[in-house]
């Protein structure tokens, strides 16, 4: 399955890994496409869940994007 996997990325590419701190607590993803980021506003699509999600706070978000 893990090679199939690695197959599936030398193709298409690695998913990002977004950590970003939201209200004190720290979440570890993995994003395949940004549709929207601002200090106040982030809109991704997670891969573990295969679902978009849109994480908007008053103030700003703390986030670190790595990319492979």
Same mark, same amino acid.
């Given at each position: 399955m893990k090679i199939l996997?690695?197959?599936? $990325? +030398?193709f298409v %590419?690695?998913?990002?890994?977004?950590? $970003? +701190?939201?209200? %004190?607590?720290e979440f570890k993803v993995q994003v395949r496409k940004f549709k929207e980021i601002k200090p106040n506003h982030i809109v991704f699509k997670n891969m573990d869940t295969d679902k978009?999600?849109?994480?908007?706070?008053?103030?700003p978000?703390?986030?670190?994007?790595r990319e492979e």
């Open positions: 996997i690695n197959i599936w $990325y +030398w %590419g690695y998913p990002a890994e977004l950590t $970003y +701190w939201f209200e %004190g607590t978009h999600v849109v994480i908007k706070s008053d103030v978000i703390k986030y670190i994007i």
